[in-house]
């Protein structure tokens, strides 16, 4: 549990008097949390089918069928949402931020709402900030999957009219990194690390000293290949697909994004079926199995390499890692750089809970988006 930021520990007793909610949008899923203090009291995830999100043209339009579906299931838990100490949602795709806590303002929700990249966590803020406005209390994001805290250098490619994007699992990545840092008694802040979120994307970041200098853009497609992610293509054999005449620019994106990676390899985005699949001796599926994790061992590599060598431990967290496979895999061919922990889940709703807790506590400062 995240429970350091710049060397302050949480009072947990403390904590107790503060609830929070937290509202976790994403693309076939709502899921919500409420914290009191730092243990969860009600939890809820509710799946949306293809038919139901097919019925609005735009993620935008999504908003107030979100909204209304959160505050139906508090009430049917009995909550009370005017018991509300303060609300956290997941962050959207804003423009390139610091990590930390921001209060939800003006400018962030009219960015949220005219930004051209389309994702459902885009709801999260907008979704907080009515629940609170409604309960007098503040409405807060943390942590979005655009914070971009990377090297100068780290932002160049090789054509002068193209810039890598920081886009990653952030919110759970520095999460992950703080709950270590606090497991061994250290600071995040004083740390080298290199973590690992494998999801339905894959993102490998380089943490130094309480700051992502370099990471994948795994909204892209970019870096390891991973369950819906293409991973890093050859780039002559790109552009010989794209100017074929077979496909269009929709189906050549949905092949990096959405159809990518084990899905293009196997018909199949489902991990643990794949895995048991590779275990009973399917060739397709061991095949598959193994270009993942020796993506994911590639970029840790790299981002090893960009700390210097000076790494403190290698963490690999996300839904894959519940995979004993697939760690120990990661774990024999990188135990040589750094010691290799787990930290199986996404973890979100607890993350951004407790953001939303170090700021009511006071341990934490909120940032203002401009």
């Known amino acids: 549990m995240d429970t350091k930021t710049s060397n302050t520990t949480l009072?947990?007793?403390?904590?107790?008097?503060?609830?929070?909610?937290?509202?976790?949008?994403?693309?076939?899923?709502?899921?919500?949390?409420?914290?009191?203090?730092?243990?969860?009291?009600?939890?809820?995830?509710?799946?949306?089918?293809?038919?139901?999100?097919?019925?609005?043209?735009?993620?935008?339009?999504?908003?107030?069928?979100?909204?209304?579906?959160?505050?139906?299931?508090?009430?049917?838990?009995?909550?009370?949402?005017?018991?509300?100490?303060?609300?956290?949602?997941?962050?959207?795709?804003?423009?390139?931020?610091?990590?930390?806590?921001?209060?939800?303002?003006?400018?962030?929700?009219?960015?949220?709402?005219?930004?051209?990249?389309?994702?459902?966590?885009?709801?999260?803020?907008?979704?907080?900030?009515?629940?609170?406005?409604?309960?007098?209390?503040?409405?807060?994001?943390?942590?979005p999957v655009v914070v971009d805290e990377r090297d100068y250098v780290a932002r160049f490619t090789g054509i002068k009219e193209i810039e890598s994007h920081s886009i990653f699992h952030a919110l759970n990545q520095k999460a992950t990194a703080r709950r270590y840092a606090d497991d061994i008694g250290r600071c995040y802040e004083d740390m080298n690390l290199v973590v690992a979120h494998m999801g339905g994307g894959i993102s490998v970041a380089a943490h130094r000293k309480g700051r992502v200098i370099d990471c994948n853009n795994a909204l892209d497609g970019d870096g390891p290949i991973a369950p819906e992610r293409a991973g890093t293509i050859p780039a002559g054999a790109l552009v010989d697909l794209c100017f074929s005449g077979k496909y269009s620019h929709k189906e050549v994106r949905s092949m990096l994004v959405g159809k990518g990676g084990l899905v293009s390899l196997t018909g199949s985005n489902a991990v643990k079926g794949l895995v048991e699949q590779a275990e009973a001796g399917n060739k397709e599926a061991d095949d598959a199995i193994n270009a993942m994790i020796y993506g994911v061992v590639k970029y840790i590599g790299q981002m090893a390499a960009v700390l210097r060598g000076e790494v403190d431990a290698i963490l690999l967290t996300g839904g894959i890692a519940y995979s004993k496979r697939i760690t120990n895999a990661i774990r024999d061919y990188c135990q040589f750089i750094a010691p290799v922990e787990i930290y199986a889940g996404e973890n979100e709703l607890e993350a951004l809970a407790m953001n939303a807790l170090r700021v009511l506590h006071g341990s934490t400062q909120v940032k203002t988006y401009q």
């Open 11 to 143: 009072d947990y007793e403390a904590l107790a008097r503060y609830t929070v909610l937290a509202v976790n949008t994403g693309s076939t899923s709502t899921k919500i949390a409420v914290y009191q203090g730092a243990k969860p009291a009600v939890e809820i995830s509710i799946a949306h089918s293809t038919e139901e999100i097919s019925r609005f043209a735009s993620v935008p339009e999504q908003y107030e069928w979100r909204k209304d579906v959160i505050l139906h299931a508090l009430k049917e838990k009995g909550f009370d949402i005017n018991t509300l100490s303060a609300v956290i949602g997941r962050g959207g795709l804003l423009h390139p931020i610091e990590s930390g806590v921001y209060e939800v303002n003006e400018q962030m929700l009219h960015d949220l709402r005219t930004t051209p990249q389309q994702h459902a966590s885009n709801l999260g803020a907008m979704i907080a900030s009515e629940i609170a406005a409604v309960c007098n209390i503040k409405a807060y994001i943390a942590d």
